[in-house]
């Protein structure tokens, strides 16, 4: 069973970058079958996505996102990380990693999360 542990600072100022770790277990972050990504809810709103990387290390981001977004992985620790900068208090929520795989159907590709971790909270505040 595979399994994802957020970690993170809790608490980042304004302009600041913020850095996530995503630790994983029962599978490997190179796996063909699985994407890997990060996706955030701000208090009171809904899911927001914010990207992927893919087993050979591609990277898809959200297109509001993706100037400030950067994720990589080490293969060493099978660890995601996700590096998002300029942080603004909007940027205030709970961070979640997921796994996520590819699925066709017969006309366009569409992903399903099928694996969340616990989600770390995230506040952007002076």
């Known amino acids: 069973q595979v399994q994802l542990q957020e970690s993170g600072p809790g608490l980042v100022k304004p302009s600041q970058t913020v850095s996530l770790t995503c630790t994983v277990s029962g599978d490997s972050v190179t796996s063909n079958y699985y994407y890997w990504g990060w996706i955030r809810q701000p208090p009171g709103k809904g899911l927001e996505w914010i990207g992927y990387i893919v087993s050979n290390g591609g990277t898809y981001s959200s297109p509001s996102l993706k100037n400030r977004t950067s994720i990589s992985r080490d293969t060493s620790k099978n660890q995601i990380t996700l590096q998002l900068s300029s942080v603004t208090p909007e940027g205030t929520a709970v961070y979640y990693c997921?796994?996520?795989?590819?699925?066709?159907?017969?006309?366009?590709?569409?992903?399903?999360?099928?694996?969340w971790g616990q989600g770390t909270q995230v506040t952007v505040s002076s």
């Open positions: 997921a796994n996520a795989e590819r699925y066709y159907s017969g006309s366009y590709y569409y992903t399903i999360y099928e694996n």
